[in-house]
């Protein structure tokens, strides 16, 4: 069964951190492009960063951008999200997604979602105090 799963989710109060990451079952991610998704109650998806199948570039959304860092390590077929110096306003539920071929490029320049192939079932970070 193909399929993304997240860890690491929480609570944690802010100007904490957490690491997230996105493990894949079924198939390697080599060729795919990973993406980090958020979507807070009654708001709508956010893209908030993406990494290049290779590792060599990444992008992130104006509001996580110098708090959030992106890798991957591909022996372990696995994507993480460090998040540090989180906010209250980061409070949402985290997915992460996986895109595949000529989708790469548009779905990492964008941070599109309806570019991916695979999305994970997400895990909710709480930020609260």
């Known amino acids: 069964q193909l399929q993304l799963v997240e860890s690491g989710g929480g609570l944690v109060q802010p100007g904490g951190s957490l690491r997230l990451s996105c493990a894949a079952s079924?198939?390697?991610?080599?060729?795919?492009?990973i993406g980090w998704f958020r979507q807070a109650p009654g708001k709508e998806r956010e893209g908030i960063s993406c990494?290049?199948?290779?590792?060599?570039?990444?992008n992130y959304a104006d509001s996580v951008k110098g708090r959030f860092t992106i890798s991957r390590d591909n022996a372990k077929n696995t994507v993480y999200l460090q998040m540090n110096s989180l906010k209250p306003e980061d409070t949402a539920v985290y997915y992460c997604?996986?895109?595949?071929?000529?989708?790469?490029?548009?779905?990492?320049?964008?941070?599109?979602?309806?570019?991916?192939?695979?999305w994970g079932q997400g895990t909710q970070v709480t930020v609260s105090s």
């Open positions: 079924g198939f390697t991610l080599d060729d795919y492009a």
């Open positions: 990494i290049s199948s290779s590792g060599g570039s990444a």
């Open positions: 997604a996986a895109s595949s071929g000529l989708f790469r490029y548009s779905f990492c320049t964008v941070l599109g979602g309806s570019f991916a192939k695979y």
